[in-house]
């Protein structure tokens, strides 16, 4: 056997391995890299599996992204837009105690058990409790507000829906609306590549269309207000 096709069953068993162990926690096989876990309230807590292969090396750099998604936002927001708003990602390494993106080697198969292992302890430790308090009804704003790797435009996006939809609080939503707008303007008078920018915006190479597609997001949600819509 080719020792190509030997990683790449590497990776696959140890995806494997991630799916069995967590699956103990409720997370089930979504897809060939991905699990799940369907919580109360329409929230969807996803596990993103990584395996970059190094062909020199012959070792796997393996690694694990969060996402959590709520499915009844995303259709109440779908019945006035066609955009997709956007949801926290967060790679593991940034709920532990390192904060900043990790990963872990593996060469063999006598490497797996340790590392799997360890890997394992991180996710229930430091990434379901996270998971756990942003699909909670009660926990998530305070999880949105205070959550340091949490990015601004996660936050702009979905904060002010939050305080709408779960404490019914339009004050606080429009309150919201008109910070992160104006954050959006003093963002822009700065220049993307300056990495000192606290935005990250993947939407656009164009600044004045990433202006304009959260300018048209905020007319959704006014709408939604106006209208009384709420999550059924």
């Not at 998604?69 to 837009?81: C, E, G, P, S």
């Not at 292992?117 to 430790?125: G, L, P």
């Not at 939503?173 to 910070?179: K, R, S, V």
């Amino acid at each position: 056997m080719k020792k190509g096709s030997e990683t790449i069953e590497l990776r696959d068993k140890i995806f494997g391995l991630f799916t069995e162990k967590l699956s103990v926690y409720g997370f089930k096989l979504k897809n060939k890299r991905e699990i799940i876990k369907k919580c109360n309230n329409g929230f969807v807590q996803k596990i993103c599996y990584i395996g970059n292969i190094d062909k020199i090396d012959k070792r796997i750099y393996t690694t694990l992204d969060l996402n959590v998604y709520n499915t009844k936002v995303d259709k109440l927001v779908a019945q006035f837009t066609d955009f997709n708003i956007p949801w926290p990602i967060l790679n593991i390494g940034y709920l532990m105690p390192c904060k900043f993106y990790n990963q872990w080697s593996i060469s063999t198969e006598d490497d797996i058990p340790n590392k799997i292992d360890n890997i394992i302890t991180n996710i229930v430790e430091y990434g379901i409790p996270f998971m756990d308090n942003f699909s909670n009804d009660n926990t998530i704003i305070n999880t949105l507000e205070e959550h340091p790797y949490i990015g601004i435009q996660i936050k702009a996006y979905l904060l002010p829906l939050m305080y709408y939809l779960y404490i019914n609080n339009k004050g606080m939503a429009l309150n919201c609306i008109a910070y992160y707008t104006n954050m959006y303007k003093i963002s822009f008078e700065k220049k993307h590549n300056n990495d000192d920018c606290f935005w990250n915006i993947p939407l656009s190479s164009e600044e004045d269309k990433d202006s304009i597609i959260y300018e048209n997001y905020v007319k959704v949600l006014k709408k939604m207000m106006e209208e009384g819509r709420t999550l059924e």
